[in-house]
């Protein structure tokens, strides 16, 4: 009979877990289904100790005791610590659970999704909330994305201590250089990924924003050490704490009143013109902002922001110039998915045991769900269970599982009963998205959330190091009376009168919303609302709501019922809104999901080829110029030549007005231009 490399070591861990005081090399060979009684002990031995690294990589440690009654080859004894293996109890308030959800849930839309939920459930099995429900809807949702293309491979890489190398343009420079970094920790600040570590070309640590990786991230095949105690904190701390430098624009009298309400200074220039001075420190967003105005705006200095405004109109117009490529949406991107291992299965296998036994009887479809496999793949694993046992292999030593009706029923499994403890990502997932959640407001002033934290943090156990080298900030980029005026809004359901700035349309409205619910993807915040001006649900950005007060009114509109989650992109599209094709280079494919992208396919070239709706045509020619020229109009045909004129006019723009020594008032630059990293 032969045996699935999965049924092997789930009978080992049911062996080694299942025995006070070990078995031996003999024992494991002749008794545990999956082994070859008959085969050498050399053979054996070669299986039994790739066994044992695959079961550590598993975060199940096998350890070795030598009987001092004994003096053969069975003098060790090989067993599983029931301590080492069982997570331990988490005793959480009701309070506690709905905080731990709304933590597992800031990564659902995010490459840790998967991870988060596994956790979850297991911290619900043994906390008295098994069932816990991490659907439930909420009036504030935050949200992490990580729709970096290099954030799944430098994650491995930050976890497995491997170098990795990758290709990275600075901010300035036109062409991408080779790097070869020691990865020490990933942090997300101002809704943008960075990885900080060591640059081994040049002897120095460095933080790395992960938009601007242009390559495939190739880890190498050796490890290091990474520093002891480091700390990401300190590295994001670093992040915008710079000098504040001072660019002087010019703006046609009357428009772009967001950037006007955060000016220094604002002086009439030439006829029809204003000289304005901006404050500002991150000179890339600011470009790639002025940029977005086109011949609404002449950058004047610093010499270093005009030059980067220039770059990515001209980039732009020269994507828009090149030739179009077919966009064929019959061959979709196919959905990436990782192949299944028989690693991945066992580590499933061994979640699914404990949730049936907290679970018995529940229907099967609802376990395909939670385990987000096919009925096929259940039936599957539920068969290999009952393969599966205490060596002897008999009646009562082998998991009993049934499911008849629909309903799933399970015993004899009691030494699986407990979930293993949490892996590395389990644990980070966790805590970095309790830690995120620490800026949110709270009615208890935070003390359900820290209660939360140290438990994880103490059930974590080693795993708990990831979350120091792992931080998401979220803090939102408004006031938190805002935040939690429009929280409680949502809840009592109330509307709010709020002044809101649009800067496509390039004015201030007056509007009564009703606020469902107030949501982040990454650094940005909305709230999802009724819009009576509308008359339909909107996302407003936080940042742009100028005032906001009470009206006193209850909420108006019948349907106010919104999905469950908050939206994937805060960009809503309707059946109205015209569509568009755009190609997309590598380091602007996030545009695809923020733009809720309705069809994907890969051209030729190997750009993503994305189908998307936009309230209009201006802001996608924003969008292009913004990108710099790492995006192309490919449909409507219409409207390529409208593309290229008003990029052509923008530049013709900076043509004829040249930066004088004259200009004024002059730049006041505190200290040098710091870098963008």
């Given amino acids: 009979m032969s045996f699935s490399t999965t049924e092997r070591l789930l009978n080992l861990v049911l062996a080694l877990l299942g025995s006070r005081y070990g078995r031996s090399r003999e024992f494991l060979r002749t008794q545990v289904q999956g082994y ?7 053979a054996f031995g070669r299986m039994f100790e790739r066994d044992k690294v695959k079961l550590k990589q598993l975060g199940i440690p096998v350890i070795a005791e030598k009987d001092p009654y004994a003096d053969d080859e069975n003098a060790w004894k090989y067993r599983i610590k029931p301590e080492d293996y069982r997570l331990p109890e988490v005793p959480l308030t009701p309070q506690g659970i709905a905080v731990l959800a709304l933590a597992a849930r800031v990564w659902e839309q995010a490459s840790l999704g998967s991870a988060a939920a596994r956790a979850l459930r297991k911290v619900g099995t043994v906390s008295g909330g098994a069932g816990m429900d991490d659907d439930v809807d909420g009036p504030v949702q935050a949200r992490i994305l990580t729709k970096e293309p290099a954030f799944d491979a430098l994650w491995d890489a930050l976890l497995n201590h491997h170098p990795v190398r990758f290709s990275y343009r600075n901010a300035q420079a036109a062409q991408a250089t080779e790097r070869l970094v020691q990865p020490w920790g990933l942090g997300n600040k101002y809704g943008q990924w960075y990885l900080s570590g060591k640059d081994l070309n040049r002897g120095e640590q460095r933080l790395y924003r992960l938009s601007r990786i242009s390559s495939e991230v190739v880890p190498l095949n050796e490890t290091f050490e990474p520093p002891e105690d480091y700390d990401i904190g300190a590295a994001l701390d670093a992040l915008g704490t710079g000098p504040i430098h001072s660019a002087v624009i010019e703006l046609p009298v009357g428009t772009a009143q967001a950037l006007r309400e955060s000016a220094t200074d604002v002086a009439p220039a030439r006829p029809g013109w204003d000289r304005v001075v901006l404050p500002f420190k991150e000179p890339e967003l600011l470009a790639g902002q002025l940029a977005a105005l086109g011949n609404g705006v002449l950058v004047l200095e610093p010499a270093a ?7 990515r109109l001209r980039g732009a117009l020269e994507a828009a110039r090149r030739p179009v490529a077919a966009a064929d949406f019959s061959k979709p991107v196919p959905v990436r998915r990782a192949k299944t291992t028989s690693d991945d299965r066992l580590r499933r296998l061994l979640d699914l045991v404990p949730y049936l036994v907290h679970n ?11 385990f987000d496999i096919t009925p096929k793949q259940l039936e599957d694993d539920l068969q290999l269970l009952t393969l599966c046992g205490l060596p002897g292999y008999q009646h009562g030593d082998l998991i009993d599982v049934q499911w008849d009706a629909g309903a799933v029923f399970i015993r004899d499994a009691e030494e699986l009963a407990r979930p293993l403890r949490l892996t590395q990502e389990e644990a980070a997932a966790l805590l970095v998205g309790l830690e995120s959640l620490q800026s949110l407001p709270d009615a208890d002033g935070g003390k359900a959330l820290a209660d939360v934290l140290a438990s994880v943090r103490g059930i974590a156990g080693d795993a708990a ?10 803090a939102p980029d408004t006031s938190l009376d ?8 949502a809840i009592d359901a109330t509307a709010v009168h709020i002044r809101y700035a649009a800067p496509q349309r390039d004015e201030i409205t007056d509007r009564v919303i009703e606020p469902l619910r107030v949501f982040s993807a990454d650094s940005l915040w909305y709230v999802e609302a009724w819009c009576r001006l509308a008359q339909g649900l909107r996302n407003f950005r936080l940042d742009r709501i100028r005032e906001a007060a009470p009206t006193g009114e209850p909420a108006q509109h019948s349907a106010r019922t919104a999905p469950p989650l908050a939206p994937a992109a805060a960009f809503t599209p309707t059946e109205a809104d ?6 997309l280079d590598r380091e602007a494919e996030w545009v695809a999901d923020a733009y809720a992208a309705e069809q994907r396919t890969q051209l030729p070239d190997g750009r993503l080829a994305v189908r998307l709706r936009v309230r209009s045509h201006q802001l996608v020619t924003r969008l292009l110029a913004a990108l710099g020229g790492t995006g192309q109009l490919l449909e409507p045909e219409s409207r390529r030549a409208e593309t290229v004129h008003w990029l052509t006019a923008a530049l013709d ?5 040249e930066p004088g020594s004259n200009a004024t008032p002059q730049d006041q630059v505190v200290g040098p231009p710091k870098s963008d990293p």
């Fill in 305 to 311: 922001l005009r030059a980067d405004v220039l770059r």
């Fill in 465 to 474: 190091w990831v979350a120091d080298v792992v931080e998401a900030r979220i």
């Fill in 360 to 370: 018995n009887g529940i229907p099967a479809a609802e376990v395909a769900t939670e």
């Fill in 653 to 657: 723009l900076y043509a004829e007005v």
């Fill in 578 to 583: 015209p569509d568009v094709v755009l190609a």
């Fill in 482 to 489: 805002t935040l939690s005026l429009l929280q409680r809004a």
């Fill in 36 to 42: 070859d009684p008959g085969a050498s002990e050399e």
